[in-house]
């Protein structure tokens, strides 16, 4: 199959120009001011902007809560990842207790059979002993070169030392490992403050987690990391002092990751009090405008280094679960298809990021730290054909039904968006045409290489 893709400006980290782009067999075999080569399929992507692939660092799909599973699974959710232009996502395997690693990536495996977008997956460890540490050599072996651990939620925490520990072992493999940074002990204390004064609303959400309570989470993991010698990822950072503890640690040579995402440059706390707030109960909560403006500063002086979604759907039937009691509201929103488009309008059309520094944060970076560069995250000859064709003329709203995503809200509802992603190539072929999925299931796993540690 050869696709040749005319007209476009192509946009990578270090410029633009206007070129043409020649696929042939998975693969880009040139890059040119005009290329007139045979082609089983020409498009005009005149107006248009030409990205690698994005890349989702963070998504659960299929994630069993114990009380409830994710609205979304691989089917649903890879559908919506590639119409938004994502062609690489990375899952959370999740190693629940009474697992093994082995068990949660063959699990993962057989729940991402039916992917439309790519595939790879961090393997997140509930437990951190010498069971486990036995199972990462073949992790990586396996393609999984991330890791992830929580400082919160009782099904998944993992102690400071287990943190340490791991970064040492994984690190010296080669490996990064992300983590969920929130104090556990204080926010137990504040979800029991705030349910002693009968705030049960989800109002109480974001009271329960202030800013204090992540920056402390990510301060202590900064210090862990000084202290083990190997790398920090902060996955889903959302706040104004998180930040600045991550700028701190790197002051003092700490080689610190830090991911943000599209609801922490986008969405305000105050959304916590509409009638349908608890669609908005995810963790981080979503902060002030201060908050905001901080990450989106961020991204302009590039301490930021990616942007996954943290897409973890649940309906508002699911979300009822906790409708007497915040605390109860499965945490989580849905956001894969919708990345781009708020990024583009919300960081790039007001002018806090080039569309130089978009491609960083949506592709290349994230493919640097996860092994996959420059296979994936680049507009390069003898890449992976996953390519990004973004019409950034079109304007349209944000609305659940029109997703693809399973769950029967967003938290962008009704937004108004600049830029689409009007064609999608994947893997080399036209999966999505002028916004539409053409090309189901041609989703492939992603087996992954040691870490770039680009800021090593
Ligand atoms: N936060 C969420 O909101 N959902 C999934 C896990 C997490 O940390
Ligand atoms: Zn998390
Ligand atoms: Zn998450």
Not at 29 to 42: L, Q
Not at 156 to 177: C, L, P, S, T
Not at 243 to 272: F, H, M, N, S, W
């Amino acid at each position: 199959m050869r696709i040749l893709i005319k007209n476009g400006m192509v946009v990578r980290s270090t410029g633009r120009k206007k070129a043409d782009v020649l696929i042939k067999d998975g693969k880009i075999k040139r890059i040119a001011p005009e290329i007139d080569a045979k082609a089983d399929r020409v498009i005009d992507a005149a107006g248009c902007y030409i990205f690698a692939g994005f890349i989702d660092t963070h998504t659960h799909f299929d994630l069993d809560l114990g009380v409830t599973v994710t609205a979304d699974n691989f089917e649903t959710g890879t559908k919506a990842a590639v119409v938004g232009g994502t062609t690489t996502v990375l899952d959370f395997a999740t190693q629940d207790h009474g697992m093994t690693m082995h068990d949660a990536l063959e699990l993962w495996h057989k729940k991402a059979e039916k992917s439309s977008s790519n595939y790879g997956f961090h393997m997140a460890v509930s437990e951190w002993n010498d069971a486990r540490k036995a199972e990462v050599d073949d992790m990586f072996k396996a393609g999984v070169s991330s890791f992830k651990m929580y400082m919160v939620y009782d099904a998944m925490k993992v102690n400071d030392g287990q943190i340490y520990d791991a970064q040492k072992f994984i690190g010296e493999r080669g490996g990064v490992i992300g983590v969920h940074c929130e104090n556990y002990d204080v926010l137990q204390a504040r979800i029991a403050e705030e349910k002693a004064k009968g705030h049960m609303d989800p109002t109480a959400h974001p009271v329960t987690r202030p800013q204090a309570v992540e920056a402390e989470g990510v301060a202590r993991l900064m210090r862990i990391a000084e202290l083990s010698g190997y790398p920090a990822w902060v996955v889903h950072l959302s706040t104004a002092d998180g930040l600045e503890e991550v700028r701190a640690a790197r002051k003092r040579g700490v080689e610190v990751y830090a991911e943000t995402c599209p609801q922490y440059i986008t969405l305000d706390v105050k959304r916590y009090a509409d009638p349908d707030g608890a669609k908005f109960v995810m963790s981080p909560p979503l902060r002030e405008a201060k908050d905001r403006a901080a990450i989106l500063d961020g991204m302009k002086k590039k301490d930021i280094d990616f942007i996954g979604t943290d897409h973890c759907s649940f309906t508002m039937a699911q979300k009822a679960l906790g409708k007497d009691d915040f605390s109860k509201i499965p945490n989580g929103g849905a956001g894969v298809q919708n990345r781009a488009e708020l990024v583009y309008t919300y960081a790039v059309k007001t002018g806090a990021i080039t569309l130089e520094q978009m491609a960083l944060l949506m592709s290349e970076r994230a493919a640097r730290l996860f092994g996959m560069f420059p296979e994936k995250g680049a507009l390069r000859v003898g890449s992976d054909a996953d390519i990004v064709i973004f019409d950034p003329d079109d304007k349209h709203t944000i609305l659940w039904k029109t997703n693809l995503h399973a769950c029967d809200n967003s938290p962008y509802e009704g937004m108004e968006v600049l830029g689409r992603t009007r064609d999608v190539v994947l893997n080399g072929e036209l999966v999505v045409e002028n916004g539409t999925l053409v090309k189901p299931y041609c989703g492939k796993y992603v087996f992954r290489k040691p870490s770039e540690r680009y800021r090593k």
